[in-house]
Each structure stands twice: as structure tokens, then as C-alpha cells.
């Protein structure tokens, strides 16, 4: 199973950017999906998260300027960032909780991540 990010970039103060987030591999189906950031210096921390019926979660410093939405058809979760701010500078990490079924039909859990994808906001 394997998580490919794209996205990030260099973008002014106020811009915005699109996250993407794409699983591959031998996928029966993706619970929970989330992007994670992590500042230099800092340690990771949630984003926002996505149930699979669309349920959404958001942290404080980003309800209202990020968006996350997901493609359960592509295996694909997205996240829009609005309004940045220098201090929105990170590694964007996405995160998946990924379940296979065995061929004896056994399910197993396999929690993915991304290689990250850097996002960076000047002032």
C-alpha cells in the first residue's frame, strides 16, 4: 500500500494551494483520512480528518481557511488551504486507515502515510 502527496509549493501570505493525497495498492477499503503538518522545530499534528461517510474534522488554527474533502471512487483525499499565513509553513503529511480482507476473508489494518509534501508561506 503505498500513499502518494502532491501539491505543496511556495505561495504568498493570503494565497491559497490543493493537497492531494491519492492510496494505492491492495486497498478493500479506507476508513479515516487525514493531513498532518509538521513546523521545523515542532512535532506533527492534525490537520483535519474525513470519516468515510464525509464526517469532518478540523484544528483550531485551520477551521475556516482549510478544507478537507476526499473521492472514496479514487481513493484520493484533498485538502484546499485558503488564506495561508507564514505560520501554516510545513510538511504536510496524509494519513490513512487502510483495510484489506485476506484472502480467508480475514480483515487487516494497515495505517498508511504519505512521503509529505511541503508547503511553504512567505510574508
Known amino acids: 500500500v503505498q500513499l502518494q502527496a502532491s501539491g505543496g509549493g511556495l505561495v504568498q501570505a493570503g494565497g491559497s494551494l490543493r493537497l492531494s493525497c491519492a492510496a494505492s495498492?491492495?486497498?478493500?477499503?479506507?476508513?479515516?483520512m487525514g493531513w498532518y503538518r509538521q513546523a521545523p522545530g515542532k512535532q506533527r499534528e492534525l490537520v483535519a480528518d474525513?470519516?468515510?461517510?464525509?464526517?469532518?474534522n478540523y484544528a483550531d488554527s485551520v477551521k475556516g481557511r482549510f478544507t478537507i474533502s476526499r473521492d472514496n471512487a479514487k481513493n484520493t483525499v484533498y485538502l484546499q488551504l485558503n488564506s495561508l499565513k507564514p505560520e501554516d509553513t510545513a510538511v504536510f503529511y496524509c494519513?490513512?486507515?487502510?483495510?484489506?480482507?485476506?484472502?480467508?476473508?480475514?480483515?487487516?489494518?494497515?495505517?498508511?502515510w504519505g512521503q509529505g509534501t511541503l508547503v511553504t508561506v512567505s510574508s
Open positions: 474525513i470519516t468515510s461517510d464525509g464526517s469532518t
Open positions: 494519513n490513512a486507515a487502510i483495510i484489506y480482507y485476506t484472502d480467508s476473508g480475514t480483515p487487516v489494518a494497515l495505517p498508511a
Open positions: 495498492g491492495r486497498i478493500s477499503r479506507i476508513d479515516d
